[in-house]
Every structure is written in structure tokens, then in C-alpha cells.
């Protein structure tokens, strides 16, 4: 009982920062005067990405595949073509994270959340009964809080190497940066990061 208590509170918890990284992203957009998109640099989008990273991956019966081998199942053919032709990124998790960054580039990810409730029977071959998908009410408030991001334009770099480890990584100096020049004490933390939220 108590250790299922402990799961319902770590997907309350990743909902609640999904939230607060949209009502982010939504104040960066709104603050732009020229309304230019998010890029692969905005801290706004990088918690985004993170957090929605953590409830894709949440309950997945095997996480080194990452949710790439779920989101493939129902997505368009040339989509899944063309993340499978990308040159830097080669790891399933890589491909799950390119997938992700494309949805939000298209204005999909809303659409691809009713994917996952409308499509059960492909979801439970890959997700644990617990897993943050599989619970009807919180993959209706996360379909819910990512509409909120329809009125936003985003223009995420979709083949970057970063994204087989992360969806992001910290330069040396602390600032978020789309460059190669990554430390490994960051790629380390965020290993540990995502090993310790489940």
C-alpha cells in the first residue's frame, strides 16, 4: 500500500512540473515582442523536455529502449523515416527524445497523448500497469496542460547527440547551450538525475 502510494505521488509530481514548465514556456512566449519560436537553448523548453522526458520513460518495462518503440507505433511513416535517418542521434532513447522535439516542432504532442489513451493495447505490450500512461486520469491531464502550448512556435534542432543521454546538457560555465562543448560532470548528474526519479 505504502509503496503504492509512493508511485502515485512521483506521478503527481511529474504532472505538477510538466505544469509548471508550460505556464514557463507560455510567459516566454508572451514576453517575446516578435513572436519567435523556442529553440533548443531556452531554459523554458528544457524543463519542458525533461519533464515530459521522465513521464514518457515513467513505467516503461524496459528504459534503455526509451519510448521510442512505442511512440513509432503511432506515428506518421515518414516521421519514423526520417528520426531513423538522423546522423547524431542513434540510440533508441535518442530517437524517443528527436521524436519528442519533432512533435512539439509539428504542433502534434497534444494529438500524440490522445494517441497513447487511444491506442491501449499497443501502450500496456510496453508500459507497466502503474506507468504515468496507463493511469486514464493523469495521461488526461497531461493531454490537457501540453494543449496549452498550441499557440506556441518551436523550432527544435532534431538531430543533436546530446539527446542519446539527455534532453539537454550544461555547458562547463552552467549555461544551456545547443554547442558540443559539454562537461562530463554534466552528462554524469543527468544520468544520475533520471536513474534516481524512478
Known sequence: ???????????????????????????????REDDSELRNGDWQI???LKYMDHALL????????????VVKEFTRRESVIHL???????TYQGRGRSWLYLALNEGLLESYMR????????????????????????????????SGLDCVAFKLDIDVAYLDVSCHLT????KDSDSDKWSLNSITSTISEVINIY
Open 84 to 90: 531513423q535517418r538522423l546522423t547524431d542521434v542513434t
Open 46 to 48: 528544457q524543463d519542458f
Open 58 to 69: 515513467h513505467g516503461l518495462k524496459h528504459v534503455t529502449k526509451g519510448y521510442w518503440v
Open 1 to 31: 500500500m505504502a509503496r503504492s502510494l509512493e508511485r502515485w505521488k512521483l506521478k503527481d509530481k511529474i504532472i505538477d512540473h510538466v505544469s509548471r514548465s508550460i505556464k514557463q514556456i507560455q510567459a516566454c512566449h508572451l514576453s
Open 115 to 146: 494517441c497513447f489513451r487511444d491506442n491501449m493495447k499497443i501502450v500496456r505490450r510496453f508500459y507497466v500497469k502503474d506507468a504515468l500512461v496507463m493511469d486514464m486520469e493523469r495521461l488526461g491531464i497531461l493531454t490537457i496542460l501540453v
Open 171 to 174: 555547458l562547463k560555465d552552467g
